[in-house]
């Protein structure tokens, strides 16, 4: 393993490289799988923690919602959800697709503990992170723009589908590189 340091927020960001144990392109297999890995270690009376990255898009998918529902029953203390909330997917905005509303509500009478933070806020993301937890999953919404910070993608939905040529890479490196 490898400590790296995110220059950009100054050593907050310090972490271990560690191999992803299930990544796949389709929407809707993250979280499943992560259930089932913190239930293994459960069972096997295993240390660690499980952590899930999901976009708020996935939370339109049924599996989202019975993996929610296993968690909670089998309460999984052991396994972390965070949620990239932009409010947008694929074909637009979620509340034109499928509206999801009201998300908090309703995770929380499945019997999660929610946590809510600004997702572009390091230190935000890592208290969140570190709290202590209950005897119950914990699942964090990290409020995020699409695209942000560069000024021609935030908040521009086609840049999910996008294609990013190498002209379009240096003038949004540019841009990062010259943010304060």
Not at 21 to 32: C, E, R, S, V
Not at 87 to 92: E, K, P, S, V
């Amino acid at each position: 393993m490898e400590n790296k340091i995110c220059k950009k927020c100054k050593g907050v960001g310090k972490y271990e490289t560690k191999p992803i144990i299930f990544g796949i392109g389709a929407m809707g297999y993250h979280f499943p799988a992560s259930v089932g890995m913190a239930l293994a270690k459960k069972i096997k009376k295993e240390e660690g923690t499980v952590y899930c990255l999901i976009s708020d898009g996935e939370c339109q998918i049924g599996s989202t919602w019975e993996s929610a529902l296993i968690a909670a029953q089998k309460k999984l203390n052991n396994l972390i959800l965070i949620i990239d909330r932009n409010n947008l997917q694929a074909m637009g905005a979620m509340k034109d697709i499928l509206d999801i509303e009201p998300l908090i509500d309703k995770l929380k009478s499945f019997n999660w503990e929610v946590r809510i933070v600004d997702g572009h806020n390091h230190e935000e993301i890592k208290e969140a992170l570190t709290l202590p937890r209950r005897d119950s999953p914990v699942v964090i919404i990290a409020n995020t723009i699409k695209g942000y910070p560069i000024s021609f993608m935030k908040g521009d939905n086609t840049w999910h589908y996008s294609h990013v040529n190498q002209e379009v890479l240096d003038k949004a490196m540019e841009e990062l590189n010259n943010e304060k």
